[in-house]
């Protein structure tokens, strides 16, 4: 496989993956061939299964970032800042970016990505598959963090379904047509419940509160 870090197979990476998301939100993604993408990007088959394992893999071709922005926040975040309060913030920024992975960023074909995305079983099953991936990820490196002492494998699930919830109801809405900001604002919101959630617990304030047991009649 290429290494990431030679610049013209960065640049082809690139290039294959832009072709390919093109044709697969002109046409879906299930309707175009591997054969397709390689004629239409200059390349060979052989050439782009060098770049990716999947045929997922072309358009969802920035989930591998994930894993990168995971580990640098827990190894390069500050003395005396806990890991999961680190990925807090890495979150946050990502939405504060407008980032692509945060589902946030601007342009006119971020909804028919997400509509390309959500009618195919093929990318949904990828997605579920990357979570389990990135889940397995973010326990190792919890677990190896000398500042970490939770339950590294417990946490890492918990956070990667919260932050999974958070991100489908943003998309919920961009598709639904709710004004950018508003999702903006109420996806951070989100994302600092639901770290709230994991590092402290559920509020107790919003639990319904115990019924108090009915006094009893005397006869």
């Known amino acids: 496989m290429p290494n990431r870090g030679d610049r013209g197979g960065a640049r082809t990476r690139a290039r294959i993956a832009e072709v390919a998301t093109e044709l697969f939100l002109e046409r879906g993604?299930?309707?175009?061939?591997?054969?397709?993408?390689?004629?239409?990007?200059?390349?060979?088959?052989?050439?782009?299964?060098?770049?990716?394992?999947?045929?997922?893999?072309?358009?969802?071709?920035?989930?591998?970032?994930?894993?990168?922005?995971?580990?640098?926040?827990i190894r390069d975040r500050a003395d005396g800042l806990d890991p999961v309060e680190a990925l807090r913030q890495a979150a946050l920024a990502l939405a504060a970016q407008r980032h692509p992975l945060s589902g946030l960023s601007e342009g006119a074909d971020v909804e028919p990505f997400v509509r390309t995305?959500?009618?195919?079983?093929?990318?949904?099953?990828r997605l579920r598959a990357f979570a389990h991936e990135i889940e397995t990820e973010l326990a190792a490196a919890l677990h190896a963090d000398a500042g970490f002492s939770g339950d590294?494998?417990?946490?890492?699930?918990?956070?990667?379904?919260?932050?999974?919830?958070?991100?489908?109801?943003?998309?919920?809405?961009?598709?639904?047509?709710?004004?950018?900001?508003?999702?903006?604002?109420?996806?951070?919101?989100?994302?600092?419940?639901?770290?709230?959630?994991?590092?402290?617990?559920?509020?107790a304030s919003h639990r319904p509160a115990p019924r108090q047991p009915k006094p009893r009649r005397r006869r």
Do not use: C, W
């Not at 299964?49 to 894993?67: G, N, S, T």
């Open 117 to 125: 995305l959500m009618a195919s079983p093929a990318l949904i099953a």
């Open 152 to 203: 590294s494998t417990l946490t890492a699930a918990l956070l990667v379904a919260a932050y999974r919830t958070v991100a489908a109801e943003s998309l919920r809405r961009r598709l639904a047509g709710d004004d950018l900001a508003d999702i903006a604002t109420a996806h951070q919101q989100r994302v600092n419940a639901a770290f709230d959630a994991v590092a402290h617990g559920v509020s």
């Open 29 to 73: 993604f299930d309707d175009v061939t591997i054969a397709e993408v390689a004629a239409a990007a200059g390349v060979s088959k052989v050439t782009v299964f060098a770049h990716f394992e999947r045929k997922e893999d072309l358009l969802l071709d920035r989930l591998p970032d994930v894993i990168d922005i995971v580990r640098t926040a």
